[in-house]
Each structure stands twice: as C-alpha cells, then as structure tokens.
C-alpha cells in the first residue's frame, strides 16, 4: 500500500505560537519589536485623530533577529549547498551552492563561503541542537505567497456547514470579514503547505459588489489552533487585555460583473451606482473626523464614526489594499473612474481577463502606482465575462510595465499548484525571473507583507521551500516547506530528478501568437491557416507512434509524411524530390500520437454559464420516469465543433475528444468521439465513435452541499434491476443488455472507495460486464480489486484534490505520500487513463501526462505517461468497440512537438487529426 503522512504532529519542542515571541533571550528582550508590537493605536474617542496615521510597516532587516511569529523551542536550521534564488536584482539573482541559516522565525544568514561558527556558538550557549540539512545542489526559494485565495472561508471538504464564502444579505457589506468566518479545520492547509504556498491574502468571495475585508494568513498549525494566531500582521489584537489598533495594512474585496448580477440581480448601472455610493459614505465619514481632528480640544460631540462605513474611510485615508474581482473592459473602466473621483488607490484587479488588452487604461487609476494585475494562466470561458482570456496575457501586461501576479482563487484551482501557474506564464511567454517574482516576491510586496516576506533576505521571515526541481519545471514538487523557520512536511517523499530539470528553462517565443490576441481584442482566428499533405520532418530524436519503425541505425533523425502518413522514418529516409514537401526541423522533438481528452463538457457548450451556447442537459432520471420509458440520450445528436477550447487545445495537440451528456443524475447517456480539427458532424472523421459508452452516476446528487434527490443505494438498485433485465424498455433496456453481455463498456462517475466497492460487488454478479470508474478519487483503496476485475479507471482530475466529501480520502502524492495515484493504480495492475474537468484546460493535456512521468519517472516510461491520455483511454472508455469491418481502429492522428514534448519548452509544430489527409502547421 501507498504510504501516507498525516497532518503534521505538534513538535515535542515548540510549547505555543505567539505573536510576539516570549523568548527568555536577553538578547531578544532589548530587541525592538516589529510593527505588530509596536505603533499600537488605541481606537479611543480621545486618540482616534491617530487613525490618521498611514500604515508604516517596519522594514525587515538584518538585524531583525526573532520574528513576531517565532515559536519558542524552534531549532535553528542550515540549509547546506542550496541552489538560492533570492528574489533580488529584478529576480535574476541565483547563489550557487549558497547556505541558510534559519533561526528566531527569520533567515539570520546567507553565505556562498563564509563559515556560521558564531551562530553553531551561539546555539550551543543556549542548549539548542542545530538541524544541518546537505541539499546537494536543490533549488530553494522564497515562501509562495497567494494573493486570492478563499483557504479556511471555503474549507474542503465542500459541506454546506462550513461554507463561509459569501453573505446573501446585500451586495455592499463593507463590514464583513473573512477572519470571522475563518476554518482552521481545512483539510486544504497541509496540501498547499506541501506545494510551497507559506501565506495567502484570504479574501470573502465574489457574490456581492463589496464582500468585505480580507486577512493574510499563514497555513501552519499552532497550538493555539485560532484564526487570530494564523495571521500576518493583523491590523487589529488583542494586547494586554485590550482591544487595539496596529499600523498593520488593512484588506478589502471588491468584485464587478456578473457574479453580482446572478446573485442580486445587480446590473452593471446597479453596481457602478452602489460603489459610489459606498464611497461617498466613507468620504462623508471621512470629512466629518478630520474635521473632529482639526480642534479636538473644541469638541463636544463624540468622535464620528460608524461600525459599518469606516473602512470606506479608510480606503479614502490610504489604509487599506483594494483588491477587485473584475474581468471586462467595462468593469474596470467603471472601477478606474471610481478611483479618480474619491481618490484611492487599487492595490490589484483580480481575474482581469481583459486587462491585458487595456494596460493604458490601468495606468488612468488614481494614485502614483498602477494595479497589479492578479490573473489565471489558463483558466477561461468558463463565463462571458471570461471569454477573452488568453495565456499570453502574463506576457503582454509585463512588457506593458504592469505587476503581474499569478494566482489560485483557491478552492477554484488548488492553491498547491499555484507555481503550476507560474510555470505556464513562462512557458507562454513570461521572463522566468518574472514568473517567480509573480508567485513570491511581487505577489508579497503587492499584499502589503514585501517589507518581510517574497525574499530570501537576512531579517525576512524564514518561509523558504526547497525543490526537487528548478521550480518552473514540469512537475516541480517541494522536497520541504518552512514557516517561520520550521519544517512543515513530517518525511517527505521525494522523487529524484535528472540533471535537465534543474536548469534554468528559456520562456516560450509567443510574440506572434500575442499580438494577433491583441490586436484581435481577445478573439483571435485560432483555425489552422497553413496546411501540407507531404513534409518532411527532420531532427526527430523519438517516435511514440506504435507500428512506425525506424530506418537505419539511431535515432530516427527524418520522419516522411505523404498524403498525411508516415511514408518513412530514419536516417535513410530519402525523398525523389524536395519539390512540393514542407520541410520541419524539430530541434531533437518527437512525434506521438494525438492525445484524448475526456471529463469535460468539450463539444456539447462553449460558456459553461451561458445555456444557448449549450446543446443542453440530459433529462432527470426522475422526470416522468424516462428510464422506464425507454429514453437514452446519445451526445453526438448534440455535437459542436469549432469552439475556442477545442481549436486551442488542437494547437496543444489534442485531436480527440470524448465527451457524455451532461446531467445531474443516475442515467446520462452515450458517449462520442470526434476530431477537435473538423469544422462539422459530417466531414470525415468528425466522429470517430457515435456510441462509444453507456455512462452513469453513481454518487450522491444534489448541489454543491449534498442535497440530493437520489442515493448511491438507489443508484445501486436501479443499475442491478437494469443489468439483470428487470426494468425498462426501448432503447435503455437494449443498452443496458448489451453493456450485460459485455458488448458494450459501461462507464460510471464515482470516488468514493465505498460507492466503487459496490459496483465491484455488482460487477462479480454479472461477470461479462465490462467496467469502467471515472473520477475514481479513492480507488487506490482498491487497486487489487479493481484490477482482479479488470476494470478500467479514468482520473478526472488527474491531480488529487479533495474537494467533496467522496473525495476525501485521496492519495496527495510526494511530498506527501510516496506514490501519485496514477502510478499506484498502474503498479497495481489497473488500466488507467487521465481525465480532464475543464473545457479550457483540455489544452493542458499533454502536461498532465507529463506530470504524471515526472512525479514517478520510475513507474512510468515515457510511452507508458502518453498512453495515460492516449491508447489507455481509447480502450477504457470503448472507443474501439463496435468499430466496422472496414476500420482498422481508432484514428488519433499523430502529432509533431519541435523539443521534448514533456516539458514546458516543447512546442506543437504539426498536427494531423483524424480523418485528414493532411497537416495542419503551426
């Protein structure tokens, strides 16, 4: 079985978290501590005139020696031979074989040379063992610092119970804040923890116009076990009995656009008008107490204020970081004017889908310094709003001077794989020191936390993370985390990675691509514009393309394609004539096949949020007894083509997409194959399989909280009476009596180990079936069993995430455990294939699969991680039944990547889809 580690255990020589250390140093008695102890405001009528005092964080230094958050008993530890990106010199700055020393909460220091025998000195006079840890050459860098995250408010697992994102008693709740609603029962604090992240901005969600204040956290556990003890420097504590007032910056979330609209019904009229007059209520407050501060002494009256308005006030007096959802030109226009006309900054417009077609008018904001632009790498179309967003906007707003910030808006993406975003923008185009700075250094000066946190500085908080890998690699997974200087990850499980996942990769040469996303105002033409029926590709160093043999000795070298086929391959590979053949060179690529996508609505709706782009759901089950009435539903009378997702992610060498119909019951319906690269239903192979698979749901339905209107056990029943050809007519009895006489694959949606077992049990009753789980979050639990039954398992999605309570139960992977679940249930025996959820993120395909061999390079071959998001899915989900005596099997098309198709670098230059006689060039 996988090894597991469990949260971390309290350590036997940390005895409580304090916001300011108790340290029995004399040494720590006369420092003088940071702002969170210092600069405290009583907020009392005869002092308020103070809150006119703008935020002064003190600057970390090195002669900062304990951090406010330093646990007493914390060893000091010395990081050994690191490979150190510091965050300074714009990012660019790398000590080879550099060693840390982390001791108080804070990095004391750093020396590529120079000895630490005073601090070993120092150490040994108070008793204190030092942790020397050899890292052999590893990456260490800061702390990741999530700038939108809702970690703690949205606790996984997703429960109706602990839900406290939004409020739904108005759009303008300047008064909230997210540290009321704070969970520290979050089963997502030790996931993220394990991918590096060391603080986040927690903001309340998007509901409303103004949700409310946000807080900065940091994810570890403390003995304390309370929101208040998980902060970075609250602007509010409680200090010797009383309740006071730091000089620490203050947090608000706006959000513009459609989430209000659906919510409140609030237009954009509506909510343009309740900003300002949210605005003109904190100015009003504002007036009324710097004229009480003028002459305090004249005053009669008690000091104006008002529990609900103040922070408004604030945002006008300079206290407060703005932090705005907002993804159109029209919302940002709207917030940008707002700005001007009371005078506040704007710390960061989150989302921004279309910020980077705009940087002119951020630069229009009010005050000295534009916003930072918080953005997805990838995360799109999901709704109108999010339609133009493209992965080379990183790109584009750096080259426009604009802060670029990469983040999760955690649990939306799993925060634990916010460098994943990072390592996208690179690969799309961003400087690799940018890239890093959008995780680290810019993300924590944008928070308002720079002055101690995104760099690895003498005096800076000793929140750093080591890597198996140069951080913007495939797959680069930290070996260990420290918050304030302690270890968070107990025995990590670490994979070890070659010499080439250390080097520091070039970024993606997307200028073209850019600029036509501009210059088209976010809607590019993405159709192929360049075809070729005979190339010749030269420079090939593999070929994963089963039938296709080399020529000659070596590597293949020169791959032939005629009238879309491979004609020859290797060195002896000769053509009569250049004339008429494109010639390639792939730089030492590989060709493979063309990839599968399957999990998402792909080919059925092009915005998830807007129905007329649907072909529409599935019915209910329930309604008017459709099974028993003999209804099946077949996804290929619904087909689209020619959508955005579909044609980016043919550019991404995807050519095949499986897709079901979409519903929220038991019965959904036959799934089909089609080609991402045909312009319609009938054009030759658009669809490869117009019933590949019968698929069901067997889970507990309902909303995102549970509510649900049919049972697994009711699942259970209603699927063992269909197999046995106890219920129904038409053509849902002649389905379900093929998929019992093994005729046809039957494909069912579950996670949870208890659901899976059951249809195990049921399998055993009818042994001809052939079986095959999706989602399939916990079935490592039962890997020999599904194995013995030669069931099938898609993992959708591929990276663990426990996101609802059937999916508790996950195999997280290193560091964490010593096995990913795709590699568990592969050394188990079990034909597994990965799926993908999002429509926009089928493009991102190929990276799971090369994810997958990089956390278990030892598991996988490369082969074996292509046929993850290949041939496993072609068999696993049918498409290779039921095929006509004429075809030969499944047509994937194959594909030409110039570089190594496993990482980052390596770049689509040819694809041929199915049914097509020729290439489609990019």
């Known amino acids: 079985m996988p090894r597991l580690v469990q949260r971390r255990e309290q350590r036997p020589d940390v005895e409580k978290p304090l916001l300011v250390s108790d340290d029995d140093d004399t040494s720590f008695k006369d420092h003088k501590p940071n702002h969170n102890a210092s600069f405290l405001l009583p907020i009392t009528f005869l002092a308020s005139f103070l809150l006119l005092l703008e935020p002064s964080p ?6 900062r020696k304990h951090s406010d958050r330093y646990v007493k008993g914390t060893a000091p530890v010395l990081l050994k031979n690191a490979t150190l990106w510091t965050g300074e010199k714009d990012g660019t700055e790398v000590l080879y074989g550099a060693d840390v020393w982390l001791e108080g909460g804070v990095v004391r220091k750093i020396s590529t040379g120079e000895g630490f025998e005073e601090l070993f000195e120092a150490a040994k006079n108070k008793g204190r063992s030092v942790q020397t840890v050899e890292l052999d050459g590893a990456w260490v860098t800061p702390g990741i610092v999530d700038v939108h995250s809702h970690m703690g408010i949205d606790p996984l697992p997703e429960l109706r119970g602990s839900d406290e994102t939004n409020s739904d008693k108005a ?50 556990w403390t003995a304390e076990n309370t929101p208040q003890s998980m902060q970075v420097e609250p602007p509010f504590v409680i200090r010797n009995g009383e309740w006071q007032r730091t000089r ?27 900003f300002r007059r949210a605005y003109s209520e904190g100015k009003k407050l504002k007036d009324q107490q710097d004229a009480w501060c003028a002459a305090p002494k004249k005053q009669t009256a008690p000091f104006p204020d008002s529990l609900e308005w103040e922070v408004m006030a604030d945002i006008i007096r300079g206290h407060v970081k703005v932090n705005i959802h907002c993804y159109e030109t029209v919302d940002l226009n709207d917030l940008v004017r707002t700005s001007n006309e009371f005078k506040f900054s704007i710390a960061a417009f989150h989302h921004a889908h279309e910020a980077y077609l705009v940087p002119g008018l951020l630069r229009q904001t009010w005050g000295k310094t534009p916003p930072a632009v918080a953005i997805f790498a990838n995360n799109a179309r999901y709704k109108r709003e999010a339609y133009r967003g493209s992965p080379y906007a990183a790109k584009v707003l750096d080259e426009a001077g604009l802060k670029v910030i990469m983040k999760s808006d955690h649990p939306v993406l799993d925060s634990r794989y916010l460098i994943y975003e ?23 000066t944008v928070a308002g936390l720079g002055h101690r946190l995104g760099y690895v500085r003498p005096g800076y908080d000793a929140d750093v993370v080591v890597w198996d890998s140069f951080p913007l690699a495939v797959g680069a997974t930290p070996k260990q985390t420290y918050i304030d200087g302690i270890p968070q990850i107990v025995h990590p499980h670490v994979v070890r990675k070659p010499a080439a996942a250390q080097q520091i990769t070039p970024k993606g040469d997307y200028d073209k691509e850019a600029a036509e996303a501009v210059a088209s105002r976010g809607d590019p033409d993405l159709r192929p514009k360049k075809r070729s029926s005979n190339i010749v590709f030269q420079g090939v160093r593999n070929l994963y393309l089963s039938g296709v043999k080399s020529q000659g000795e070596g590597e293949p070298g020169t791959v ?8 020859c391959a290797g060195n002896n590979c000769v053509t009569a004539s250049s004339a008429g053949y494109e010639t390639i060179d792939l730089k030492g690529g590989s060709l493979a096949p063309g990839l599968i996508s399957y999990g998402s609505p792909l080919g059925l709706e092009e915005i998830s949020a807007e129905e007329t782009t649907h072909t529409g ?30 044609l980016m992610a043919l550019r991404e060498g995807i050519t095949t997409g499986v897709t079901c119909p979409s519903t929220g019951e038991f019965l959904m319906g036959m799934s089909y194959s089609f080609s991402l690269g045909a312009r319609h239903a009938l054009e030759a192979g658009a669809i490869g399989n117009h019933a590949a698979a019968l698929h069901i749901a067997v889970r507990q339905f309902g909303d995102a909280h549970g509510d649900s209107s049919f049972s697994v056990a009711t699942a259970m029943g209603v699927l063992r009476r269909l197999l046995h050809g106890e219920a129904g007519q038409g053509e849902v009895a002649a389905a379900f009596g093929k998929v019992a006489a093994g005729e046809l694959r039957l494909v069912a949606s579950v996670n949870s180990a208890d659901a899976i077992a059951a249809l195990i049990r049921l399998k055993r009753t009818v042994p001809a079936m052939r079986l095959t789980i999706s989602g399939a979050q916990e079935a490592w639990m039962l890997a020999d069993e599904l194995a013995a039954e030669n069931i099938g398992v898609v993992i959708a999605a591929p990276r663990a995430f426990p996101f609802m309570w059937d999916q508790r139960r996950i195999l997280p992977g290193p560091p964490l455990s010593n096995m990913t679940l795709p590699a568990y249930l592969h050394t188990r025996g079990v034909k597994v294939g990965l799926g993908i959820i999002e429509a926009c993120d089928a493009r991102l395909t190929r990276f799971e699969s090369a994810m997958a061999y990089a956390s278990a390079p030892t598991t996988f071959s490369r082969q074996d991680a292509i046929d993850l998001v290949s041939a496993n899915l072609v068999d696993v989900l049918g498409l290779n039944d ?15 990547y110039e570089g190594d198709m496993f990482s980052f670098e390596g770049r689509v230059r040819a694809v041929r889809a199915p049914g097509q006689d020729a290439m489609d060039l990019f």
């Open 58 to 63: 003190e600057q970390a230094t090195s002669a």
């Open 171 to 220: 759009p303008i709740q300047p008064w909230l804040r997210s540290l009321d609603g704070f969970n520290t029962h979050d089963a997502a604090f030790n996931l993220s923890i394990a991918g590096g992240i060391t603080t986040m901005l927690v903001l309340p969600g998007s509901a409303g116009n103004i949700g409310g204040q946000a807080f900065t956290f940091k994810p570890r």
């Open 248 to 274: 620490s910056w203050r947090h608000i979330k706006h959000a513009c656009g459609e989430n209000a609209k659906v919510w409140y019904h609030n237009a954009r009229m509506d909510a343009a008008y309740d």
């Open 422 to 444: 990072a390592a996208q923008a690179h690969a799309f185009g961003l400087e690799w020191n940018r890239a890093l700075a959008a995780v680290t250094t810019t993300s924590a």
């Open 560 to 567: 032939v394609v005629e009238n879309g086929k491979i004609t």
């Open 617 to 646: 759901a599935a019915p209910s089950i329930l309604d008017d007894n459709k099974i028993l009435s003999g209804l099946l539903v077949h996804a290929a009378d619904g087909a689209q083509f020619g959508g955005k997702d579909e």
């Open 882 to 896: 039921r095929l006509s005596a004429t075809e030969q099997g499944v047509d994937l098309g194959f594909v030409a």
